[in-house]
């Protein structure tokens, strides 16, 4: 899978999955325009990535569902490298809460940031390339909890799942220009945010989990290098589950 000199966007990418998926692909000679809401952490990481990859990494801090910062990712990707090539769509909220206590403000914010924010850096990216003729890969981050009912997070699996639905949609849209859209389903995934929930994440789903143990970050970055290849440019409209066989059984993680 060949990234020399190609162009990416990555959103929510200072830390954890989306850090992961810069680094694989700065490390395979990419150009990684690299988003976070937090400006020193996305400075920080793409800092580092820079200093050690054969591609180059920019941070561009800024709220990914705000329409002024979706455009200046993109206008940065063109200005500084000449095209936009990838875009992985990464940024995402999780607001947990009971479903009969639930608050507006809560549910539009998940809404606004994981779909909102997701289309239309779809629409900006898509343009882009529509534009450049050469076609394009976009990928969408969904999630488990869209495809199996999950405790507390009604708003969120609901928003997971409709951006698989965006997916599919999209293809008819964008095939004429050459752009394939998929999402990625992860599952359960050992990251800094995920064991600072709970200290006994990665037990628990070592236990419930077919293949032994949750993700690691690099396992869903693989998944996204794949379908943002190359490789995978007949491949469009999909969703990736990469879970270790969890929702093939739905064993549940409030038992015992």
């Not at 998929?182 to 995934?189: D, H, V």
């Amino acid at each position: 899978m060949s990234f020399e000199k190609k162009v990416a966007i990555v959103t929510g990418a200072g830390q954890g999955i989306g850090l992961q998926i810069c680094t694989s692909l700065a490390n395979e000679g990419a150009n990684v325009i690299l988003n976070d809401l937090d400006e020193a952490l996305a400075n920080e990481a793409a800092g580092k990535i820079q200093g050690g990859a054969k591609g180059n990494c920019i941070a561009v801090a800024g709220d990914s569902s705000d329409i002024s910062v979706i455009k200046k990712l993109v206008n940065i990707a063109v200005n500084e490298f000449g095209q936009l090539d990838m875009v992985i769509a990464n940024a995402g909220i999780t607001l947990y809460g009971d479903f009969f206590t639930y608050q507006p403000e809560s549910f539009y914010r998940v809404l606004q940031v994981n779909l909102g924010g997701t289309f239309f850096l779809a629409q900006e990216a898509a343009n882009q390339m529509r534009q450049q003729k050469s076609g394009g890969s976009l990928l969408f981050m969904s999630s488990v909890t869209g495809h199996q009912a999950h405790k507390n997070l009604a708003v969120y699996g609901m928003s997971k799942a409709a951006l698989e639905m965006l997916a599919k949609s999209l293809v008819i849209e964008l095939s004429p220009f050459k752009i394939n859209v998929n999402t990625i389903a992860p599952g359960a995934t050992v990251t800094k945010r995920t064991l600072a929930e709970d200290i006994n994440y990665e037990t628990t789903w070592s236990k419930i989990t077919p293949m032994g143990r949750p993700a690691s970050v690099e396992d869903i970055a693989n998944a996204a290098l794949f379908l943002v290849s190359e490789k995978s440019r007949h491949i469009t409209g999909q969703s990736l589950v990469v879970d270790g066989g969890w929702t093939s059984i739905s064993p549940s993680p409030y038992e015992g």
